[in-house]
């Protein structure tokens, strides 16, 4: 499977933004997925997961009543929505499945 990570890009303090993550050659059913992030010289850090399956959604502490993580099955697509961003949020975010699969990710840049 390829997953790849895109709708990144350039946000004022306080916006809001939207990320998409697509599977190719493979799906999301069965899996936890999620989405974790990298910011330049620090360690990688998850943001969220959920089961594709369902249930409730999990978030570090840091982004929780700002970010939400949804999935669509027809489009086999999982989501991240950001809102209320912040400069620290600034950061490379990948998608990602309990496998270890991982796609390219996609700039987040938060400006003050």
């Known amino acids: 499977v390829q997953l790849q990570a895109f709708g990144g890009g350039l946000v004022q303090a306080g916006g809001s933004l939207s990320v998409s993550c697509a599977a190719s050659g493979g799906t999301f059913s069965g899996y936890t997925v999620g989405w974790f992030r990298q910011a330049p010289g620090k360690e990688r850090e998850f943001v969220a997961y959920?089961?594709?399956?369902?249930?409730?959604?999990v978030y570090v502490d840091s982004v929780k009543g700002r970010f939400t993580i949804s999935k669509d099955y027809a489009k086999n697509a999982v989501y991240l929505q950001m809102n209320s961003l912040k400069p620290e949020d600034t950061a490379v975010y990948y998608c990602?499945?309990?496998?270890?699969?991982r796609g390219q990710g996609t700039q987040v840049t938060v400006s003050s």
């Open positions: 990602a499945r309990n496998d270890g699969s």
């Open positions: 959920m089961r594709w399956s369902g249930g409730t959604a």
